[in-house]
């Protein structure tokens, strides 16, 4: 038996599909997989993301900390309540984590990273805060749903008095505001608007039901890696993890080596492998029927010089429900061209190299 | 959830089952157990027709968005006919485990006698003692 979150009670009177995700029993799904991953691009859906891990960093020099520690650089956030998706490496530039780093005062910011690598993550933000003087303060009191889709905001908004309505739908893209109990960020993982909610746990399971009676459909951690696969976002262990830097990862973007003289952790190993080059994380669409998956070896296209050779592997690979093909992230030598080979089973299988996302906002944003 | 066990079929303990056809033929298909256990399947790969199967052999293949999962001919005979609606219709097997989701037809007059199999009585008692 794993933990549990404050609606693992009602995970289970709704018949999920309980499985162990970094230790925690956590839905997969209702039912149909795909149909919670239709109602997110369409209308909406809830996730109980409880298991991720709200941290909060208060201090004086907490700004200068996280500038120190993280990849991307927190000095971009200026306004309260902005946020940034960043990551946390070692000093060899292997990422420790990817998490979101949320600006609340000069004294106090707040991260929110993965359920499967919280310990570590402690460990290390304990070890590098105490310099600065920075306490590092786990907010285990709270609870995270996820409310995502076309319609997640409004319903979300339409369950708070009018004014703090009005606040919800004015918080800008990947930002957050405090209302009342909640800390409500515009943030997600779906590739869809909507909220992530952080809120007591005694008070999410109330929450969960006023959502669902209005039509925001229970959704699990299946449908949540099918959504995110095609909005093109990295899964923490599957895209990347210790072994593997953000450049050769799809995430060059969020690795800010402006200002120079940010000494940021990972900084030297992170320019000597933007000198010398490294793999990249691509899109493949795969052209025949069939499913990627993680693990499946990519191979030069016949119409390169070195036919059948491997040049990479698929990181996450899956059935995209929004595009009725296998989609998946691999990592491969750069510039591998516009088509690869996927090994299914022994067999070479055509596909596309593509530039993810595949889809955002309910559109395919890549031809088929 | 109560899975569906037709009393006229015989099974696997990989969960396939088997129904007995005229002219020494059977029609093999996975069972409702089995494929609420996969959840919505995406992708189905059957054998060619002609094909010589032996029994315990991995035969097709049935993906979901969760995994891949080989299917084992209970049988050994001859394909002689494979539902060519799964290549577009692969819910096939979630909506109708035992009848339009089936996935091939083999004889057998070629091949010696297998089984016997699981009766569905002895299929139930499996499935919930496996958990």
Same mark, same amino acid.
């Given at each position: 038996m794993g933990l549990k979150t404050p609606l693992y009670d009602i995970h289970v009177s709704l018949g999920a599909k309980i499985i162990d995700f970094g230790g925690w029993d956590m839905p997969l799904s209702y039912g149909s997989q795909l149909e919670e991953h239709r109602a997110v691009r369409r209308d909406s859906g809830i996730f109980d993301v409880s298991h991720m891990c709200v941290i909060d960093l208060t201090g004086a020099r907490v700004r200068e900390f996280l500038r120190h520690l993280l990849a991307n650089d927190v000095a971009k956030l200026t306004v309260p309540g902005s946020a940034l998706y960043t990551c946390m490496l070692l000093p060899s530039g292997g990422v420790i984590d990817d998490l979101i780093a949320y600006f609340l005062t000069e004294q106090w910011f707040r991260l929110v990273v993965n359920a499967g690598t919280r310990g570590k993550d402690l460990e290390w933000l304990a070890q590098h805060a105490a310099p600065f003087g920075v306490s590092v303060r786990e907010r285990s009191? @709270?609870?995270?749903?996820?409310?995502? $889709? !076309? *319609?997640?905001?409004?319903?979300? &908004?339409? @369950?708070?008095?009018?004014?703090? $309505?009005?606040?919800?739908?004015?918080?800008?893209?990947? /930002?957050?505001?405090?209302?009342?109990?909640?800390? *409500? &960020?515009?943030?997600?993982?779906?590739?869809?608007? +909507?909220?992530?909610?952080? @809120? !007591?746990?005694?008070?999410? =399971?109330?929450?969960?039901?006023?959502?669902? /009676?209005? +039509?925001?459909? =229970?959704? $699990?951690? +299946? &449908?949540?890696?099918?959504?995110?696969?095609?909005?093109?976002?990295? @899964?923490?262990?599957?895209?990347?993890?210790?072994?593997?830097? =953000?450049l050769e990862s799809g995430l060059a973007w969020t690795v800010a080596f402006e200002p120079k003289e940010r000494d940021f952790i990972g900084r030297a190993a992170l320019e000597r492998a933007r000198a010398q080059g490294c793999d990249e994380l691509v899109g493949l669409v795969l052209e025949e029927r069939g499913v990627l998956r993680s693990h499946q070896t990519v191979l030069a296209d016949s119409r390169a010089g070195e036919a059948g050779a491997r040049i990479g592997e698929i990181t996450s690979g899956t059935f995209s429900p929004t595009l009725n093909r296998a989609i998946a992230l691999a990592r491969v030598r750069r510039g591998v061209g516009a088509r690869v080979l996927v090994d299914i089973r022994g067999q070479p299988q055509a596909a596309r190299v593509v530039k993810p996302p595949f889809v955002r906002n309910g559109k395919v944003l890549i031809q088929l | 959830m109560s899975e569906h066990v037709p009393d006229d079929l015989q099974y696997t303990r990989t969960h396939e089952w088997v129904r007995a056809l005229a002219n020494g033929q059977v029609e093999i298909g996975i069972t409702d157990h089995a494929q609420e256990a996969l959840g919505d399947l995406v992708f189905v790969e059957v054998p060619q027709v002609g094909r010589e199967l032996k029994a315990g052999e991995a035969c097709a293949v049935v993906e979901s968005v969760k995994a891949a999962s080989d299917v084992y001919s209970p049988v050994s005979g001859r394909v002689i006919a494979r539902n060519e609606d799964l290549a577009q219709k692969p819910e096939l097997l979630n909506s109708d485990p035992y009848g339009a989701g089936w996935l091939m037809r083999v004889d057998l007059s070629s091949a010696p006698a297998d089984g016997p199999w699981l009766k569905a009585a002895e299929y139930a008692q499996y499935v919930k003692e496996a958990g």
């Open positions: 009191d @709270l609870a995270i749903l996820a409310v995502q $889709g !076309p *319609l997640a905001r409004a319903k979300t &908004a339409s @369950l708070l008095s009018a004014a703090n $309505g009005e606040t919800a739908l004015g918080i800008a893209r990947f /930002a957050a505001a405090a209302i009342d109990s909640w800390f *409500l &960020a515009r943030t997600g993982y779906t590739g869809e608007d +909507g909220f992530e909610i952080m @809120l !007591p746990a005694e008070e999410a =399971p109330s929450v969960w039901r006023s959502l669902t /009676a209005r +039509g925001v459909a =229970p959704t $699990g951690l +299946g &449908a949540r890696d099918t959504l995110r696969l095609e909005a093109g976002m990295n @899964l923490y262990g599957n895209d990347m993890d210790e072994s593997r830097h =953000p | -």
